[in-house]
């Protein structure tokens, strides 16, 4: 019956059932108190005793907190609120109302219990230690030091969400030329005849163009944790499942510097993380994120993967490792990743 207002059964916050009550009033016309706190009443479950000298809203919302339907409904929303996570994919907007809205049905309103229920619904212990440290200092008498709260969770999950990760799968653009590191299922006609890296698409294919961070060979690193710079890693190419591969006196097809293939695993798959510096003076502090330029050194030849415009017989550029890793060549930055 859509003429009717909503009813009260225990499943709701009181308060927020008064408001939608009050406004669904407004809407036909009914501003008199008395007559909605009588609309009120009468909407509200038999099971649910209201007392004859109910005179107020207050007062009928503290009847309903005191009965057993609202000690359900608390128990409810505290377990939904222990089993939220806030996901790396996930909108905070939509995450914080979540988390609002939870906290008032569990009846948490101190700000240090708020605290708490927010540190453990972060992803991780990374995210979660950063968190704390920022909002260390924070004043819990302000009144609007929540919020303050809220914005700091707002600025780390950003930075969260930028940051390249152990799993995380990548595209990674040759920043000269605009083309995206790929390889196939094709081995070389010459040099090693191993499979063949290469630039080919100026926009990422899913299929074709995706790599996944890997550990060095033979070492371990927990998925998820994000990647320090100055840290050695491997890419593993996605839809080969071979890892990007370099090796010491083997020239490539066109400029006859060292050949860069997919290979592995061995340690001629293992790559030094730097941020791109035009000197040996690296800025190598924090973490890999999306909008870093970056150099990738091999660590058993110590040069630098490289693209130009030289081309292969089919088109696509030539991959290569070559010199210090100080050149325009040597760029890389990662346009895309999930």
């Known amino acids: 019956m859509e003429n009717l207002p909503p009813r009260y059964d225990g499943t709701i916050q009181p308060e927020v059932w008064v408001q939608d009550l009050r406004f669904f009033c407004a809407l036909r016309g009914v501003y008199d108190q008395s007559t909605i706190l009588n609309i009120a009443i009468l ?16 007062l009928l919302i503290s009847v309903l907190k005191d009965h057993v339907t609202h000690s359900v409904f608390r128990a ?23 988390f609002t809205f939870l906290c008032r049905g569990a009846n948490i309103t101190g700000w240090e219990e708020k605290k708490r229920y927010l540190l453990r619904n972060l992803p991780d212990d990374i995210v979660r230690n950063i968190f704390r440290s920022r909002i260390e200092n924070l004043n819990s008498s302000d ?35 605009g083309r995206f ?41 927990k998925a998820g944790n994000p990647v320090a710079f100055d840290s050695l ?17 083997i020239e490539s097809p066109k400029t006859k510097q060292q050949e860069v293939t997919c290979a592995g695993p061995d340690t001629n798959d293992i790559w030094l993380l730097q941020r791109h510096s035009i000197n040996s003076d690296y800025n190598n502090s924090g973490h890999w994120e999306i909008s870093d330029t970056i ?44």
């Not at 409810?76 to 979540?98: G, H, T, Y």
């Not at 196939?184 to 899913?206: A, E, M």
Request: aromatic share 8%; proline share 3%; charged share 30%.
């Open 76 to 98: 409810d929303s505290l377990e939904k609120l222990n089993k939220l996570k806030c996901e790396r994919n996930r909108e905070m907007s939509e995450f914080i109302a979540k």
């Open 233 to 249: 890693i491997g890419l593993k190419h996605q839809q080969t499942s071979r890892n990007l591969h370099s090796h010491n006196g």
């Open 143 to 177: 009144k609007n030091s929540f919020d303050k709260v809220i914005e700091t969770f707002k600025d780390v999950m950003l930075e969260h969400r930028r940051q390249i990760r152990y799993g995380s799968k990548i595209a990674l653009k040759h920043v000269a030329t």
């Open 295 to 338: 150099s990738l050194r091999h660590d058993n030849t110590k040069k630098s993967l490289s693209s130009h415009d030289f081309l292969l017989n089919d088109g696509n550029q030539e991959v290569t490792c070559h010199a210090d890793g100080h050149e325009e060549n040597h760029k890389w930055i990662v346009e895309v990743f999930e």
């Open 43 to 58: 909407r509200i479950d038999p099971d649910i005793p209201i007392p004859k000298d109910t005179n107020s809203f207050d």
């Open 181 to 221: 590191l790929s390889s196939k299922d094709i081995r070389y006609d010459t040099g090693s005849k191993q499979h063949i890296v290469f630039c080919g698409n100026w926009q990422p294919d899913r299929q074709t163009d995706f790599w996944i961070v890997i550990p060095p060979h033979k070492q371990n690193r």
